[in-house]
């Protein structure tokens, strides 16, 4: 057969070559189009980067976003004009602000990072170009996808002017506090003072008589005497010690302390005050070993309880019983303020105490000493409330954080 014929017989197979640039040119757009979508992402992106920018660095707050390793990813301006020392390269945040080469103890962001809670607190610099000032901190997490802390946004807060007036206003608090209790102490100081006149005059009388001193017995009746007079003199001493200590500027340092102690100072300050008043306070301490520790201020707690007892000791007008209880509410101590009369119930059920406590700064001497007594609960990380008890009356109860110890 000839060739020809074959050919005839076999049907010829041309190239789609058309085809194929179809398809190229279709891959090509659809690349084009993904290039225009990524464009259009990176657009969207650097417009939210650049409002980000705008609104941080509108905050008259300083921010910084710290990584989990405690670099610092991100400051805005008014964070940089407060620490020049922070460049693009990365540093960590007890190195810029602290000027630490170690992490900081009980470090809140590190806190955070744990817990994913967003936490409060106070700090004054003590040295570097912030020395003497006060800020006011606050970390709140950075989830990621799967819900884990990436990222921490530190927030930085100058409030050394209202610290100074919030010290003021404390300074004059306290010299009220002072008056009140000079006047509650007296009756405590009078008592000892008259037992130590009453003895010394009794040994003077017997020292004229010279037969008397060979008289073993009066000789011990002397002894007896001196240690009374020893004894009370001391009373006194640790009388005034506790006023001194009340009247005294505390330390701006946050320090662990035991809030029952503290309680137990309080009321043994006001002891005589309560009972020309016919107030009888019992203090029931439950409060387990090693959890009765939190972090703050002695002398500004005190203050504080001093305050909440004088105005607690004018609801109870005809007297009565106050009932103090401290106990541990897991991680929290609960300090629990009641009476069995109801008086005090009363007054809680109309929440007239706690909307004097809550009230801002007034003329009012009453409303200062519940402004302050409010502001130092809140710089405690603490809070205050009036809640119902099983017997159908009302408690005050006032809550802190506990520190515990290991």
């Not at 058309?18 to 891959?27: A, M, P, Q, T």
């Not at 189009?33 to 417009?47: D, G, H, P, V, Y």
């Not at 303020?337 to 009230?359: F, K, T, V, Y």
């Amino acid at each position: 057969m000839k060739r020809s014929e074959m050919d005839k017989g076999i049907a010829r197979v041309e190239p789609d070559f058309k085809g194929l640039r179809h398809s190229k040119i279709g891959y090509f757009k659809e690349v084009r189009s993904k290039i225009k979508e990524l464009e259009t992402l990176n657009i969207q992106l650097a417009r939210r980067h650049n409002r980000l920018d705008a609104i941080f660095n509108s905050m008259n707050d300083g921010v910084t976003i710290l990584d989990r390793d405690l670099n610092i990813v991100f400051s805005n301006r008014v964070q940089k004009q407060m620490f020049p020392a922070i460049t693009e390269s990365a540093m960590n945040c007890h190195q810029i602000f602290y000027q630490r080469d170690s992490r900081c103890p009980n470090c809140p962001v590190l806190k955070t990072l744990d817990t994913g809670d967003m936490l409060r607190g106070e700090y004054m610099f003590k040295k570097g170009h912030l020395a003497g000032r006060y800020y006011e901190w606050t970390t709140s997490p950075i989830k990621g996808a799967l819900g884990k802390v990436d990222e921490i946004i530190l927030i930085m807060r100058d409030i050394s002017e209202r610290k100074e007036y919030e010290f003021r206003l404390m300074q004059s608090d306290r010299m009220v506090s002072v008056g009140f209790l000079a006047t509650s102490l007296a009756h405590e100081i009078n008592n000892p003072l008259t037992s130590i006149a009453g003895f010394s005059e009794g040994l003077l009388k017997r020292l004229k008589n010279k037969k008397m001193l060979h008289d073993e017995k009066i000789l011990t009746s002397f002894k007896d005497y001196l240690e009374i007079i020893n004894s009370e003199a001391y009373r006194c001493k640790e009388t005034i010690q506790r006023l001194r200590e009340f009247s005294s500027s505390a330390s701006d340092e946050y320090e662990p302390l035991e809030i029952d102690q503290i309680i137990l100072d309080t009321i043994s300050m006001i002891r005589q005050h309560a009972k020309d008043h016919q107030i009888k306070i019992v203090f029931k301490n439950q409060l387990a070993a090693g959890f009765n520790r939190m972090i703050g201020k002695s002398g500004q707690l005190k203050h504080l309880f001093l305050n909440l007892f004088k105005q607690l000791f004018t609801v109870l007008t005809s007297g009565g019983e106050l009932r103090i209880t401290a106990q541990n509410d897991g991680e929290i101590i609960d300090i629990s303020i009641s009476d069995p009369d109801g008086s005090l119930s009363d007054a809680l059920s109309g929440h007239q105490l706690l909307q004097r406590l809550e009230g801002c700064f007034t003329k009012s001497r009453e409303k200062m000493e519940l402004s302050v007594s409010y502001n130092i609960i809140r710089h405690h990380r603490g809070e205050i409330r009036s809640e119902p008890t099983l017997d159908g009356g009302r408690r005050l109860a006032i809550r802190f954080p506990a520190e515990l110890t290991e």
